[in-house]
């Protein structure tokens, strides 16, 4: 028999161990992970693909709806106004009464004065604001990105000043003598507090309601004499729903916002992710009948999911502002940017839109004597869900560390409107006559109806079998609160 190359050797050795290991050859052939997870190499039925694909539609949507929360929380409120008070630069409600549970907007604050409106650059070009002085304010863009703090925090250090806001896409020559900055979005989000004075028997909103009232706007080149005075419609008192929609019109909301701003103001991503449900800047957004019903499965289920992620609380604890209390921080330690040490904090973005609007540096950083902080307890003392069926106390320490005021307010814990019972005004501040104790230590109260034992003037109604949840502002925040010197106790549940 005549001897084999060394070549032939080796390539017959090799053709064994191909076919005693490769699929197909053999009894015991294997093949790759995922053709052996994915229907032994074949394709799905008809039926599992288009399940797959729908949930994969359905998967996107939600992720929609919480990265584009921001943005709908703002369109909310501006459609909720306009509503009800019309649009233009020049029109700016403001709450002259304060402002109650009849106005449904997230986690207000009824003890300053709010004024509010929303600035459209795109159809007016550059526009001016002359901020009064000793406002607490910021304007955002639409995905409620902070352009500029207003006031001690900002440029114009509670002096006052006048305000350039450029829209997206401008390129021109920028005057001198203006605070300016540029928006991401041609929406701009004009959010101004003014404070009001301790009068006889509480406080008093007229100084606050002046000083907003000089707040003027207008487009940076038109002449005075074509400027459109300014409008002040009091905004206290009515029924206006500010909230973003809960139904598919967020979707269609959506579109549109998308269509009318720049694709800069949007990331490729999120921008690919819109696509794959069908919105895409310029073009028809005609969802079938069974991805309506995919959408509005998005738009039902995506709330629930944010507010677990709230009622489970964050596994690394970063949320909890002491290591004894209930309190949480809603920013969860990071920058008003929601950025954590190397990454941006999706979830903990979502929970706040869910509940809360504006987001500015001054309400993050640990500013002294000026900004403010917003600890708020959805659980008592011993760790259970605040219910209004049930009666508490919190006990606030002699001195609060705020130097312009401190309050209290019951919000729902859905999506932080003010808790809406017969009193209205579910907010206790320090300009109100409350009853202080003999060492100047103040104890507040909770429940759907007035304990026997509690002043009327430290009583905040709660609707029965309802949760809620407690926020407590420190306006002008002390040192003593940074380094926990002072600090609020738990509520308390009473009998």
């Known amino acids: 028999m005549p001897k084999m190359p060394a070549t032939s050797i080796v390539a017959s050795t090799l053709l064994t161990i191909i076919t005693s290991t490769s699929p197909g050859y053999g009894q015991d052939s294997k093949a790759p992970p995922l053709v052996n997870q994915i229907n032994n190499g074949n394709w799905l039925s008809q039926s599992e693909a288009e399940a797959m694909r729908d949930e994969l539609y359905y998967q996107r949507a939600v992720q929609i709806y919480m990265s584009m929360l921001p943005a709908l929380n703002t369109i909310g409120m501006r459609d909720g106004s306009e509503a009800m008070f019309g649009k233009g630069y020049n029109v700016l409600p403001i709450w002259k009464q304060r402002m109650?549970?009849?106005?449904?907007?997230?986690?207000?604050?009824?003890?300053?004065?709010?004024?509010?409106?929303?600035?459209?650059?795109?159809?007016?070009?550059?526009?001016?604001?002359?901020?009064?002085?000793?406002?607490?304010?910021?304007?955002?863009?639409?995905?409620?990105?902070?352009?500029?703090?207003?006031?001690?925090?900002?440029?114009?250090?509670?002096?006052?000043?006048?305000?350039?806001?450029?829209?997206?896409?401008?390129e021109g020559e920028i005057p001198q003598g203006y605070f300016a900055f540029k928006s991401k979005t041609n929406n701009v989000?004009?959010?101004?507090?003014?404070?009001?004075?301790?009068?006889?028997?509480?406080?008093?909103?007229?100084p606050a309601v002046a000083l907003a009232e000089q707040t003027r706007v207008y487009p940076l080149w038109t002449p005075e004499k074509n400027v459109k005075p300014m409008q002040f419609p009091d905004a206290s008192g009515k029924r206006i729903n500010m909230m973003y929609p809960v139904d598919n019109t967020y979707w269609t909301k959506l579109k549109a916002f998308v269509d009318y701003e720049p694709v800069s103001a949007i990331d490729p991503e999120s921008r690919g992710t819109l696509a794959a449900i069908g919105i895409i800047k310029g073009q028809p957004f005609n969802p079938t009948a069974k991805e309506q019903e995919l959408?509005?499965?998005?738009?039902?289920?995506?709330?629930?999911?944010?507010?677990?992620?709230?009622?489970?609380?964050?596994?690394?604890?970063?949320?909890?502002?002491?290591?004894?209390?209930?309190?949480?921080?809603?920013?969860?330690?990071?920058?008003?940017?929601w950025l954590q040490d190397g990454y941006l904090d999706v979830a903990?973005?979502?929970?706040?839109?869910?509940?809360?609007?504006?987001?500015?540096?001054?309400?993050?950083?640990?500013?002294?004597?000026?900004?403010?902080?917003?600890?708020?307890?959805?659980?008592d003392a011993n760790g259970e869900f605040l219910n209004g069926s049930n009666t508490y106390k919190l006990h606030l320490p002699p001195n609060p560390p705020a130097a312009l005021f401190w309050a209290v307010t019951a919000y729902n814990i859905t999506d932080g409107t003010m808790v809406e019972a017969p009193q209205l005004m579910p907010s206790i501040n320090g300009y109100n006559k409350v009853a202080t104790n003999s060492d100047g230590s103040i104890d507040l109260w909770f429940a759907a109806e007035k304990p026997t034992d509690a002043p009327a003037s430290n009583f905040i109604q709660t609707v029965s079998a309802r949760n809620f949840l407690v926020a407590l502002r420190l306006y002008g925040t002390g040192v003593e609160f940074y380094d926990q010197t002072w600090k609020p106790d738990d509520v308390v549940k009473v009998k």
């Open 189 to 206: 989000f004009l959010f101004f507090r003014t404070l009001m004075a301790k009068g006889d028997n509480g406080p008093d909103p007229k």
């Open 348 to 379: 903990q973005r979502a929970s706040y839109f869910q509940i809360a609007y504006s987001t500015a540096s001054a309400m993050v950083m640990r500013t002294i004597n000026s900004g403010s902080k917003y600890p708020f307890a959805v659980r």
């Open 100 to 170: 109650d549970a009849r106005t449904w907007v997230p986690t207000p604050n009824a003890d300053v004065i709010y004024s509010m409106s929303y600035l459209d650059l795109k159809e007016t070009g550059p526009l001016v604001v002359a901020a009064p002085p000793n406002v607490i304010g910021m304007f955002t863009d639409f995905f409620q990105r902070t352009l500029t703090d207003v006031g001690a925090v900002g440029p114009d250090r509670a002096r006052g000043g006048l305000y350039l806001l450029l829209p997206p896409d401008y």
């Open 295 to 337: 959408l509005q499965r998005a738009v039902t289920t995506a709330p629930k999911m944010i507010m677990a992620q709230r009622q489970l609380g964050r596994p690394d604890k970063r949320d909890l502002y002491y290591n004894d209390r209930q309190y949480l921080n809603t920013w969860a330690g990071g920058t008003a940017e």
